[in-house]
């Protein structure tokens, strides 16, 4: 038997092993900092149209706030599907949102959009949540804090 060529094909395997996990590695680092970097982006854009659309029934920030809503949404679920990205966020404890809190997190949004898009639509709801603030920049920033958000 000759084990120059066995060795060979044993480094051979190992070295395609190796270099497997590298890219599979550097994939997942590029989607993680391509998901920070939206995160980052879009989330300083929903606060000030949140405090904008809170403060100063500002309507026209709902379709922004959507929008980046749907970016964050995006991005996040790609995300989620890759198995290494999946397994590390579950195990840090400093990340608030899970993969697993994903669709609760994604109805909540829902819900609180379209209660705000109601407010917008009718200008009699949107005179009477100002007179007894029940569209209050607290209640619009409430989700983040119920997810551990920071914004």
Do not use: H
Not at 70 to 99: H, L, M, R, Y
Not at 115 to 124: I, L
Not at 127 to 135: D, F, K, P, R, Y
Not at 136 to 148: I, P, Q, T, V
């Amino acid at each position: 038997m000759n084990k120059r060529g066995l060795w060979g094909k044993i480094l051979l395997g190992i070295l395609i092993v190796v270099f497997l996990l590298l890219a599979i590695i550097g994939v997942s680092a590029y989607q993680a900092a391509q998901v920070i970097s939206v995160l980052k982006e879009e989330g300083a854009k929903t606060q000030t149209n949140i405090r904008l659309l809170a403060e100063q029934k500002d309507c026209s920030k709902l379709n922004e706030i959507e929008i980046s809503v749907d970016k964050i949404e995006k991005e996040t679920t790609s995300a989620c599907k890759n198995p290494v990205i999946k397994i590390s966020i579950g195990s840090i404890k400093d990340i608030p949102i899970k993969c697993e809190t994903l669709p609760e997190l994604k109805a909540d949004v829902k819900n609180v959009l379209s209660k705000a898009r109601s407010y917008c639509e009718d200008v009699g709801k949107i005179n009477e949540s100002i007179m007894n603030g029940s569209l209050n920049e607290e209640e619009l920033l409430a989700l983040a804090e119920k997810y551990g958000i920071k914004i």
